[in-house]
């Protein structure tokens, strides 16, 4: 069975950092491209940013310079490093595994801006 577990969120002011982790059980995280999605409360889900079994990176233009996706496939985990946030970065963040037609995902971690 295959697990993605996100955590690392959590209430911090508007310019503080987080770092969030997603863990993988029961799945290889060397095989599969990684992602990061968020939702934003009214909206639908978007998404963040995204790093290839090759270690391609491609980044949401509203994140681009602010958040950093990276991967240890040694530990099957995919981080996103959060730096200046703003108040509209408050979403529930999610973790995506994808391989072709096998797509998982995370349960989400709530993180939230204040001003």
């Known amino acids: 069975q295959v697990q993605l577990v996100e955590s690392g969120g959590g209430l911090v002011q508007a310019g503080g950092s987080l770092r969030l982790s997603c863990v993988g059980s029961g799945i290889d995280f060397s095989l599969d491209d990684l992602a990061w999605y968020r939702r934003a409360p009214g909206k639908q889900r978007e998404f963040v940013a995204i790093i290839t079994t090759a270690g391609r990176t491609n980044y949401a233009g509203s994140v681009k310079g602010q958040f950093t996706i990276s991967r240890d496939d040694a530990k099957n985990t995919v981080y996103l490093q959060m730096n200046s946030l703003k108040p509209e970065d408050t979403a529930v963040y999610f973790c995506?595994?994808?391989?072709?037609?096998?797509?998982?995902w995370g349960q989400g971690t709530q993180v939230t801006v204040s001003s």
């Open positions: 995506n595994a994808y391989k072709g037609a096998a797509d998982y």
